[in-house]
């Protein structure tokens, strides 16, 4: 199930609280970074994000410090920093070259879910004798220096006219945040919708989405991707029976 919303997110945040009364077990916002206004939804997020549920937010340099202060005061539990590395692009030669997001990573309550044996990633150390549980598997560390690069040539990219949609986040990355925190028909709001890269995770994962994406033209490409994933779905769960 989706349903996903071509409108400004604090209008549809005030009524998914005071209208639909819909809590929600995850939240996960891919935010304009350079954006200094963000108490309003981040509070709005706060209001219909279930006890125990898990709020992520992924930003950079621009607004990190203030958020984690702002989200501190809310009273959240706080979980992870975590660095998200995007190491292409350009250099300076004025400072050293800036190539990750910060993913803020807190929940309402302590007492929140994770199953980091979902998330298990090779260890160097594997077949070795410092593998002292011989799995040769371990859980990653909040420094995703193991997903390596979103490539502009991928297949999973999405393009806006003729250009890839540059703030399009990758499926991998969905996994590694969505998959250790969320149970089958949970549900995940995004309020930042863009590509739909959330929605397309959620619904693999038998997750219940909602998403929120004002601009228009992106929002029809998140609608198509979206709807395409679900149509895959619906017929992957027919053959079943």
Sequence with gaps: MFKIYNKDNKKVLEDLYWVEHIE???????????????????????EILAYGGVFIIQTDYHTVAEMKIYLDNLGL????????L?????????????????ILIYSKGSDYKFYPERIQIPKVTAGTALDKKGTGLKTPCDVFYDLGNFSTMSNERVKLGDKNIQWQKPLKLMNRLLLPFTDEMDFIL??????GTTGV??????RVFFGIEKDEEVFNIAKKRIQEEYNVHILQERDKE
């Design 24 to 46: 929600f077990n995850l939240i996960y916002a891919d935010c304009i970074f350079e954006d200094k206004a963000f108490e309003d939804w981040i509070f709005k997020c706060f």
């Design 77 to 84: 539990h706080f979980i992870n920093w975590a660095i998200y």
């Design 86 to 102: 995007q190491e292409w692009g350009g250099v300076s030669n004025r400072f050293f070259p800036r190539k990750h997001d910060d």
């Design 190 to 195: 995004d309020p930042f919708m863009g590509s």
């Design 201 to 206: 995770w959620s619904i693999r994962n038998n």
